[in-house]
């Protein structure tokens, strides 16, 4: 994987427009399920607080994805804004995944992130809470990959 230095727009500071834009598409990265695709979006020194687990660069937070999609199975995400203020933003977010048994959960999450001047992720931190689900509660049925634009929201879905 390349460290060489890349920019990732929209950079800080956030506006209104360019913070929905980059929570958008973070969310559409990790709907990608390409993990070393979605970890190019972080410093080469990231710092992640995810779960459980801590990550202090970004090859270790490539492996906890490749781990993470390993385990949750038709991964689909949903992201939404919550708040943001110069080069942070907070989001809240679920999602929905099965186990290899073919147990559903419905997992509930913030994060709270921190961005370098170059548009890359330097700090996250998540707190993420499952709840299993019958598979006749799913409530994302779109094709595996990027959530249509038509496609409720967590607010429209009452989540």
Known sequence: M???????????PFTLETAIEK???????????DAARVALAYTVDTQWRNRTEFADNRDEARA?????????????LIKELWAYDGNRIAVRYAYEWHDDSGN????YGNENWEFAADGLMQRRFACINDM??????R????????R???????????L
Request: aromatic content about 12%; overall charge neutral; glycine content about 6%.
């Open 23 to 33: 929570v958008r598409l973070a969310e559409d990265g990790w709907n990608s399920r």
């Open 64 to 76: 906890f994805l490749e781990r993470k999609w390993r385990k949750e199975l038709d991964y689909r």
């Open 2 to 12: 390349s460290d060489a230095p890349i920019t990732r727009p929209p950079l800080p």
């Open 148 to 158: 249509p634009d038509d496609h409720p929201g967590l607010s429209e879905l009452g």
């Open 104 to 107: 559903w959960f419905r997992s």
């Open 132 to 137: 299993p689900i019958a598979e006749s509660e």
């Open 139 to 146: 409530k994302y049925h779109w094709p595996l990959g990027r």
